[in-house]
């Protein structure tokens, strides 16, 4: 049984960072891509970070560029996103996700990626 747990969100002011683990279990983690999405309320899910199986590419949205980064450990089976100068308008639900296979893209789709964590809150206050 695939399971991908979340941890780290919490709340921080403008400004501030924080550290999101994704520990996965129940699958090969390096043969995952592995993508962590947001959803505000009354909004879509949508793709922050991605990286591929290897870490050797990564990809983000144009609205995080520069502030956040991810990183995964494939000897832990855990995928990191380090998140600086946070502003309220990354105020979301951030989910973890696994796709499976090993591309040399990253995947940005909600609907291509296999599974997904329960989510975490991250609130940014002004």
């Known amino acids: 049984q695939v399971q991908l747990v979340e941890s780290g969100g919490g709340l921080v002011q403008a400004g501030g960072s924080l550290r999101l683990s994704c520990a996965a279990s129940?699958?090969?983690?390096?043969?995952?891509?592995l993508g962590w999405f947001h959803q505000a309320p009354g909004k879509e899910r949508e793709f922050v970070a991605g990286?591929?199986?290897?870490?050797?590419?990564?990809y983000y949205a144009d609205s995080v560029k520069g502030r956040f980064t991810i990183t995964r450990d494939n000897a832990k089976n855990t995928v990191y996103l380090q998140m600086n100068g946070l502003k309220p308008e990354d105020t979301a639900v951030y989910y973890c996700?696994?796709?499976?296979?090993?591309?040399?893209?990253?995947?940005?789709?909600?609907?291509?990626?296999?599974?997904w964590g329960q989510g975490t809150q991250v609130t940014v206050s002004s």
């Open positions: 990286i591929i199986w290897s870490g050797s590419s990564t």
């Open positions: 129940g699958l090969t983690f390096s043969m995952y891509e």
């Open positions: 996700a696994a796709a499976l296979g090993r591309l040399t893209r990253v995947r940005v789709g909600v609907d291509e990626y296999d599974y």
